[in-house]
């Protein structure tokens, strides 16, 4: 008897709970700089290079992750992923080093990666193509929501009763989120071509750049929205006085705002029947806020720039993993959401030391403006569209 499919919202409500939760577990330790740097007297740089552990501990998984997506499934991977977030969000409980508080998020970091590619391959396989951007998106807004229930949690908890209740928190997120995991049903997969002559003609790399400046470009585009992401919470504390309570509840506003903004693109590209307009357009507009946030980040009008900034910065996200999974194909998709991600992550991991010593030698304004360069050079790196949507 054939069992019967699965609802593919229930699929994408399993997979983006997954995202959220180890999103919301590797994105505490930034929520942490205000609390060690203002009150232990840690330096920006040493606070930045925590914040950047879990990163570093995605980039380096990814593309193995995706590997297993591509070899055994989507269950497997998200089980098993979320399962090592969990033990190490647990490590990091045990300790009150600094030193081993990075290794415990790194570790954190290498399981969340499995998220990145299996949820990404549930709205593949289960989301026809005429759908598939709507569903992407609103599976894109587990990031913005993890890091803003991270926003809203961590440095408020922090504040009320220590780092180790916090910690606590989001370890029991993880817990949830790999027991609601077992619900997945992998989605249906044509049968493997045949190779032939010796090569693999399923490659999707090969005399083609098409995915390459993709995923150059979607590298580019996390400068800003990491300077955003890691600086926005200290910088309103501390250039502008607010309270902690305060900050983080604007921070997690603006990422309710931003995960609106992942949905509203998606459908625009559905109804355009293109991923990397809308992604051009996002990328202009990423530069142009940023370069408003650098000249204007002492007054007001700066702080309306930041949140209009948080939204825009993350919007191409959904956009271009959509992209690569349309042009990859069901049987590379999987790794080349890794190499997609690993970018990403690569860049991020740089974006909390750097952007903290350029900080701390010429101020937030400078730090903001220089990303906006940066997001002019991811513009000119998105290719055209090859053609419509089929």
Do not use: K
Request: proline share 6%; charged share 10%; net charge positive.
């Amino acid at each position: 008897m054939t069992r019967p499919a699965p609802s593919p919202w229930l699929m994408l409500a399993v997979g983006m709970f997954g995202q959220l939760a180890g999103t919301l577990v590797v994105s505490t330790p930034p929520f942490l700089i205000p609390h060690l740097h203002l009150t232990e007297d840690v330096s920006l740089v040493s606070a930045g290079a925590l914040a950047a552990a879990p990163t570093v501990g995605t980039m380096l998984s990814l593309v193995a992750w995706g590997a297993v997506v591509d070899r055994f499934g989507e269950r497997l991977a998200m089980v098993a992923g979320l399962s090592l977030v969990t033990v190490g969000a647990a490590g990091a409980f045990t300790t009150s080093s600094l030193t081993a508080l990075g290794a415990w998020f790194f570790l954190c970091g290498l399981g969340a990666a499995s998220t990145n590619a299996a949820s990404g391959r549930l709205v593949v396989g289960w989301f026809p193509v005429r759908r598939r951007g709507l569903a992407m998106g609103i599976r894109q807004t587990a990031l913005p929501l993890g890091v803003g229930a991270a926003a809203l949690l961590v440095p408020n908890v922090v504040d009320a009763a220590g780092l180790r209740p916090a910690i606590l928190t989001v370890t029991a997120s993880a817990a949830v989120a790999t027991l609601a995991s077992l619900a997945i049903v992998d989605p249906p997969r044509p049968e493997r071509p045949a190779a032939f002559s010796g090569s693999r003609p399923d490659n999707p790399y090969r005399g083609q750049r098409t995915l390459v400046r993709i995923h150059v470009a979607s590298a580019l585009l996390v400068v800003p929205q990491y300077a955003i992401w890691t600086f926005m919470l200290l910088w309103l504390i501390d250039a502008h006085g607010w309270s902690t309570t305060a900050a983080s509840a604007l921070v997690a506003v603006t990422h309710v705002l931003s995960a609106g903004g992942r949905i509203g693109v998606g459908w625009w590209s559905d109804r355009l029947g293109s991923r990397l307009r809308p992604m051009r357009w996002v990328a202009i507009a990423a530069a142009a806020v940023m370069l408003g946030l650098g000249l204007l980040e002492g007054n007001s009008l700066g702080i309306g720039l930041a949140v209009v900034a948080t939204v825009v910065t993350v919007a191409d996200n959904g956009l271009a993993f959509t992209a690569v999974a349309e042009r990859a194909g069901p049987f590379w998709s999987g790794r080349a959401f890794g190499i997609q991600n690993t970018g990403q992550y690569l860049t991020a991991a740089a974006v909390p030391p750097v952007l903290g010593a350029v900080v701390t030698a010429a101020g937030y304004g400078w730090a903001f403006g220089a990303v906006a360069v940066v997001a002019a050079f991811a513009v000119a790196a998105i290719p055209e569209d090859v053609a419509a949507l089929d």
